[in-house]
């Protein structure tokens, strides 16, 4: 039976940077297993106007070297008589939930899905963050094509902005369901 793990990273701060890198989903070199996706999203909260574009999510596999840095995360299960393979690695930009900021260092390659973030165009009222889906919702679907990480690949997600539409009071954290095979 396949192993079936969950994670969420931890909030963290806009940083004014572009890009900046959230979240990544390892499957190192040697890895005997094949990641399939099955969730992927953001939730992003914003808490001061902004009257610019909105901050560009996305989401693409890594080029080049495996991320480093940021916060290896603890992986969750949804059976624990089942375990996660060593090989697998979440990974979060830890700030202010979990610490000091500390960054992915990735490149991402091409960008397989992005869209917009919210943004408050007034401070009058309460915005509910939505789920920022950052790969298709069908991949939750075990009957349609899934996007799966072999052995030496990984995935990215991160804000494309600037320090208007990326600033410190916009707060992200990301929840990541996948199987192992």
């Excluded at 990641?35 to 080029?63: E, H, N, Y």
């Excluded at 990735?106 to 007034?122: D, E, I, K, L, Y």
């Excluded at 902005?161 to 954290?173: D, R």
Aim: glycine share 10%; hydrophobic share 45%.
């Amino acid at each position: 039976m396949a192993y079936s793990g969950i994670v969420a990273s931890f909030r963290t701060l806009g940083s004014a940077g572009s890009p900046q890198n959230l979240f990544s989903l390892e499957n190192t070199a040697g890895s005997a297993v094949v990641v399939t996706l099955r969730r992927l999203l953001i939730k992003m909260d914003a808490t001061v106007l902004l009257t610019s574009v909105m901050a560009q999510l996305k989401c693409g596999r890594v080029t080049g070297t495996l991320p480093s840095g940021g916060t290896t995360l603890t992986k969750g299960t949804f059976d624990t008589t089942q375990s996660s393979a060593a090989n697998v690695v979440a990974r979060g930009a830890t700030a202010s939930d979990g610490g000091v900021a500390t960054a992915i260092v990735a490149t991402m390659g091409t960008v397989h899905w992005q869209q917009f973030g919210m943004r408050m165009h007034s401070v009058v009222g309460q915005v509910l963050a939505p789920d920022f889906d950052m790969l298709p919702v069908l991949i939750a679907d075990s009957a349609l094509p899934a996007f799966k990480l072999a052995a030496g690949e990984a995935l990215l997600v991160q804000v494309v902005g600037t320090a208007t539409n990326n600033p410190a009071t916009n707060h992200y954290f990301v929840n990541c369901v996948w199987t192992e095979a």
